[in-house]
């Protein structure tokens, strides 16, 4: 159980366009979700934090205009990159917890997606 | 904000015990985690540390010292598969994870 499954897993666009990513938990709920950015050789960063039927907190230095996050279901929540630029080409990776094991704080992650902007 | 360090790389040999420090100075702080990573993989995780004192689960163990601000994640009987990025992450307020900048762990035969 506590699956996390993000699509797609790996995208190559052009520079200006927008690309949607979707983060789903297949067989919880979650309240929160978390967005994560991570360039070759380094750590995960948290870009926002996703909160059903609520607006995103993002995390200082991400631009919320560019990075669009919307959280409309317990199940999915969605992280569109607004007119992609090459810097942008990182490792996007999702995660969530479920309700019930709020307690343990421990987070189940997506595949994670792998953007390439041209 | 929030400082997690960790070393940035380590090589160990088949076999051995390997310990990968974490230290932290965070506000807030709530637990920490370990997770491990293989390239281009997500994160999975690995244990989770509230209280002090040491977690063990099978070939790892995980320590923490909320006072020092420490923790480190101690691998037994290593094996190649074990070749991996080890990411500490503290728990900060109700949600939010924050990541070290990972310890690239060589495992050599």
């Known amino acids: 159980g506590a699956v996390v499954s993000q699509h797609p897993s790996w995208v190559i666009c052009k520079s200006g366009t927008s690309v949607k990513i979707e983060c789903r938990s297949l067989?919880?709920?979650?309240?929160?979700m978390f967005w994560y950015r991570q360039f070759p050789k380094q750590s995960l960063m948290l870009m926002a934090t996703?909160?059903?039927?609520?607006?995103?907190?993002?995390e200082q230095g991400v631009e919320k205009d560019k990075f669009l996050i919307n959280h409309a279901s317990l199940t999915l929540s969605t992280l569109t990159v607004t007119s992609a630029h090459p810097e942008d080409s990182s490792f996007y990776i999702c995660?969530?917890?479920?309700?019930?094991?709020?307690?343990?704080?421990?987070?189940?992650f997506g595949e994670g997606s792998r953007l390439t902007v041209l | 904000g929030q400082n997690i360090d960790q070393p940035t790389e380590m090589t160990a040999t088949e076999g051995a015990i390997v310990q990968i420090n974490c230290t932290y100075q965070?506000?807030?702080?709530?637990?920490l985690f370990w997770y491990q990573q293989h390239a281009g993989e997500a994160p999975t995780f690995l244990s989770y540390?509230?209280?002090?004192g040491l977690e063990e689960k099978g070939r790892f163990s995980s320590f923490l010292s909320r006072s020092k601000g420490y923790s480190y994640l101690l691998l037994k009987e290593l094996q190649m598969k074990d070749s991996a990025s080890y990411l500490c992450?503290?728990?900060?307020?109700?949600?939010?994870?924050?990541f070290g900048t990972g310890t690239r762990l060589t495992v050599i035969p």
């Open positions: 995660s969530a917890r479920p309700l019930q094991r709020t307690n343990t704080g421990e987070l189940f």
């Open positions: 067989d919880f709920q979650a309240t929160t």
């Open positions: 996703s909160n059903e039927g609520s607006k995103a907190t993002y």
């Open positions: 965070t506000s807030g702080f709530n637990g």
């Open positions: 540390n509230v209280l002090d």
């Open positions: 992450a503290v728990t900060r307020g109700a949600n939010n994870l924050f």
